[in-house]
């Protein structure tokens, strides 16, 4: 039996062929700073912003860091009021209803709260076929949830790491 041993194999242009466990293999990331105005809903079940962004892994053993950071509100009616968000993947709901992100007010004016969203998964990646994740929101207890694209960096990032 023969055994080949190296530290690294790697493409013509000098990339490497294989990672250790840990490496990140590849970075996507969606931007929709300054695509012009809010993004908002009263309905109080979940519907998608139309932020997303997709990825094609390459190894389905690997892990994805899923990670959106961007800027919201709610209008609120009078009393409790408040928003929530979360990541979908090819339109279902990730990890049920862990990693929702809520922003809730409860006072009696019907001013506009502004606040920053971060929400992050760590899935697997189950596939090498390409998958889309998309941030959806919904309106609690009455109000207008808000996506803002104008008030600051709104980012969909996937880190695909090796397993």
Do not use: C
């Not at 959106?68 to 929530?84: I, P, Y």
């Not at 929702?100 to 090498?128: C, E, K, P």
Request: aromatic share 10%; proline share 1%.
């Amino acid at each position: 039996m023969s055994t080949l041993r190296t530290n690294e194999i790697q493409t013509t242009s000098a990339k490497p062929i294989l990672r250790s466990t840990g490496s990140i293999l590849q970075v996507v990331n969606t931007n929709t700073l300054g695509q012009g105005g809010e993004i908002t809903t009263t309905s109080n079940s979940y519907v998608t912003t139309g932020i997303s962004v997709s990825i094609t892994p390459i190894s389905a053993s690997s892990k994805l860091l899923v990670e959106f950071l961007g800027n919201g509100k709610f209008v609120g009616g009078s009393g409790d009021d408040g928003a929530t968000y979360k990541i979908f993947r090819d339109g279902s709901q990730l990890n049920g209803n862990a990693g929702d992100q809520l922003h809730y007010r409860s006072d009696s004016n019907g001013n506009n709260h502004h606040y920053t969203l971060g929400i992050t998964y760590f899935v697997n990646a189950n596939s090498t076929a390409s998958t889309t994740f998309t941030l959806f929101f919904s309106d609690q207890w009455g109000g207008t949830a808000v996506v803002s694209r104008d008030w600051g960096n709104n980012q969909f990032t996937i880190m695909e790491i090796s397993a």
